[in-house]
């Protein structure tokens, strides 16, 4: 297989120092950000052993270890951080990404800075801005936080460091689980939109590598090709960073999954000719009037779902939701290096220094949401008080839970 070799362009050096030419695919490795990584000789691991994060407490750590999602689907390295900015870098580059698993991998880079006594509210405010849009990576950082803060508070001036450090890690740990059950309840609920013999056509990667659980979309999904009504996935190739084609096509051929990969720009004809009954798709934060920041090209697909009446379904944990942000013109989208245009992997696709206009992310109108599933139900029609109702557990404005 070819080793694809991506450039993150927030982080001069990369965090794990393995020359990625040099390595066979499908191997398993170990880096650090401080020391140089070693090849581990083990086989590729299976997926349920290849959780995106895990905390490894004293001695091996504290750290964090990252799969480094910026590697797949040629190479399964792993990444170690054993600090706040070694982690920040990390969410930088996309290493780990993903709106629910950003807010665990806040939550415990919180941990780990009130492991290691550093300025803990200085370290969440670092996590906090390294990337502007997805709401769960301040929701995160903010919960380790006022858990950290809570436990500091009601200590002696010297048990309140272990006692901080360990009601940070407490919270990220019970954050971690909330997002497997969320997961969980999502694919469940969603399941109840999906027809038999559903086409389904999905962008970016919303599956286990976003998530504690199975993720969001890719939860329902999975729960449509277990239940046997799934026909065909259709996945997204996702530029500039090809998030659909390396990770949701390693995480679909993973898990048995039918499905193929298409170009962005043929999403169009494809829903033309009649071969998608579904679209879905995660989100990085929903407002209060239901508008949806998701990655770029998603607004584009939800205008084609309109022009050609296919359903389109936004899956996503409450946590996502940011009742603070009022409407889609107050979401602060990310915009990233020219050079992720200008290059597809490594190679250059466009004469040098061509400038290029580089959102993460873009914004749909609740208008062209056909509902939002979240662990709670089904938000239909998408409306601000629909919205507002589901956050306050009253389950009104739940639209019936029936195949759209
Ligand atoms: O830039 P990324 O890869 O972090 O963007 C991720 C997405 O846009 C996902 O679709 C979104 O986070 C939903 S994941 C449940």
Request: with cysteine.
């Amino acid at each position: 297989m070819h080793v694809m070799k991506l450039h993150n362009h927030y982080e001069p050096e990369r965090t794990s120092l393995v020359p990625i030419e040099s390595l066979a695919a499908g191997r398993v490795l170990r880096g650090c950000a401080r020391s140089p990584a070693r090849v581990q000789t083990q086989e590729m691991t299976t997926a349920s052993t290849l959780a995106p994060l895990r905390w490894l407490d004293p001695p091996e750590g504290p750290a964090i270890e990252l799969l480094d999602q910026t590697r797949l689907p040629v190479v399964e390295a792993i990444l170690t951080c054993r600090d706040v900015p070694q982690l920040v870098g990390a969410i930088r580059r996309l290493a780990v990404r993903g709106a629910p698993m950003l807010g665990v991998a806040a939550a415990y880079g919180v941990a780990l800075a009130a492991a290691r006594d550093d300025d803990v509210p200085a370290a969440a405010a670092a996590i906090a801005r390294a990337r502007p849009t997805a709401a769960n990576l301040a929701w995160g950082a903010d919960r380790a936080l006022d858990a950290w803060r809570s436990a500091v508070a009601g200590s002696s001036p010297v048990s309140g460091k272990i006692a901080g450090a360990q009601a940070a890690l407490a919270e990220a740990k019970a954050i971690a689980a909330a997002d497997a059950a969320a997961s969980a309840a999502i694919a469940a609920h969603g399941l109840d939109m999906v027809r038999p013999s559903a086409r389904i056509l999905t962008h970016c990667n919303t599956g286990s590598l976003v998530s504690a659980g199975e993720g969001t979309a890719f939860a329902v999904i999975l729960a449509a090709h277990r239940a046997g009504r799934l026909e065909m996935l259709w996945v997204d190739e996702t530029r500039p960073l090809l998030q659909g084609a390396r990770l949701t096509a390693w995480e679909a051929g993973r898990s048995g999954v039918p499905h193929k990969l298409i170009t962005d720009n043929a999403a169009a004809s494809l829903m033309a000719s009649g071969q998608v009954d579904l679209i879905i798709t995660g989100a990085d934060r929903i407002a209060a009037d239901g508008s949806v920041a998701n990655k770029v090209g998603t607004y584009g697909l939800a205008v084609l779902a309109r022009h050609h009446d296919v359903p389109f379904v936004v899956a996503a944990p409450m946590s996502t939701v940011d009742f603070s942000t009022p409407d889609g013109a107050s979401i602060e989208v990310e915009f990233r290096a020219d050079e992720e245009v200008a290059t597809v992997g490594s190679q250059p696709v466009a004469p040098a220094g061509t400038a290029a206009w580089n959102p993460a992310f873009d914004v749909t109108p609740p208008s062209l949401v056909t509902a939002i599933v979240t662990e709670r139900g089904l938000i239909k029609p998408v409306t601000a008080g629909n919205l507002r109702d589901q956050g306050a557990g009253t389950g009104a404005g739940m639209g019936p839970q029936a195949a759209l």
